[in-house]
């Protein structure tokens, strides 16, 4: 019988297995520290967004933090019995990155288009929404200083200019009121509201009432603590003096 020397076999059997198990053992590494990668990523942004997304859980699967494009903001519009979720894309990121319309639930319901937008076809645009994630939070405005009113902070919320568009402050004397406005081009359902400078709730408007002419507020100096938008606007009530150049005799007839 011919003896087969393994030896010296063409095949080195051993020395193959040995590479497919490293091999293997490498890929399987490679997936392994992939998916740490990956689930930590999950983890800090779930944690990072833990208020929100405990709410809406279906929202990690659809956002992508580091594509500040496609997701750059995630907002709430409350309907009563349920909410619309809509996730706004950046401004400035190309013709081709449209924002989408979910309901709370997580089921789709609506894409922007380039002629098209999912919030002004369901009569939302001028809706109060909450900002549930903002991609780039050093935009956010900054919350300012209420040492005298610290109640204010609980109040209003800094990134929704519709709600609380300004605050201003009444002097009565021995105390003052604090009248959160809402901008006036907003929805019908933002409503003003007025407060004692304790905090205490005093007074909200509706659709044929005004707080600040119910307590004769209305031609009042007042001090303006706070204005979302951001324009320059000096406190008070004063009017602009008119240029009467040419008929300068009117400036002792009118009252200014």
């Known amino acids: 019988m011919k003896k087969v020397n393994y030896n010296n076999s063409k095949h080195n059997y051993p020395t193959n297995i040995s590479l497919i198990v490293l091999l293997r053992y490498k890929f399987l590494k490679l997936i392994a520290f992939t998916s740490i990668i990956c689930f930590s990523s999950l983890i800090a942004f779930t944690q ?3 208020s929100a997304f405990d709410t809406f859980p279906w929202l990690a699967g659809v956002i992508d933090v580091e594509d500040c494009c496609k997701n750059n903001r995630v907002l709430e519009y409350d309907m009563g019995g349920y909410s619309f ?20 639930t997580g089921q789709y319901y609506c894409s922007d288009s380039e002629t098209f937008s999912c919030v002004a076809a369901y009569g939302i645009a001028d809706n109060e929404y909450t900002v549930l994630w903002d991609c780039n939070p ?3 405005v900054e919350t300012p200083n209420f040492d005298d009113l610290p109640w204010l902070e ?22 003052s009121f604090v009248y959160i406005e809402p901008a006036a081009s907003c929805s ?3 409503y ?9 709730f005093y007074c909200q408007d509706t659709d044929n009432f005004s707080c600040v002419e119910a307590f004769g507020l209305q031609n009042r100096e007042y001090e303006l603590r706070w204005n979302c938008d951001d324009s320059e606007e000096e406190p ?15 400036n002792d007839i009118l009252d200014n």
């Open 85 to 104: 979720i809509y996730i706004e894309t950046g401004t400035d990121c190309g013709p081709f990155t449209f924002g989408k319309l979910y309901l709370n």
């Open 188 to 190: 019908s359902n933002s």
């Open 48 to 50: 990072e967004n833990n």
């Open 154 to 175: 609980d109040e209003l919320d800094f990134t929704d200019c519709c709600k609380n568009n300004k605050v201003l402050e009444y002097d009565m004397g021995g105390y």
């Open 192 to 200: 003003g509201k007025l407060y004692v400078n304790t905090g205490q």
């Open 236 to 250: 008070g009530t004063e009017i602009e003096i008119p240029n009467f150049d040419e008929f300068p005799w009117l």
């Open 138 to 140: 050093d935009d956010e």
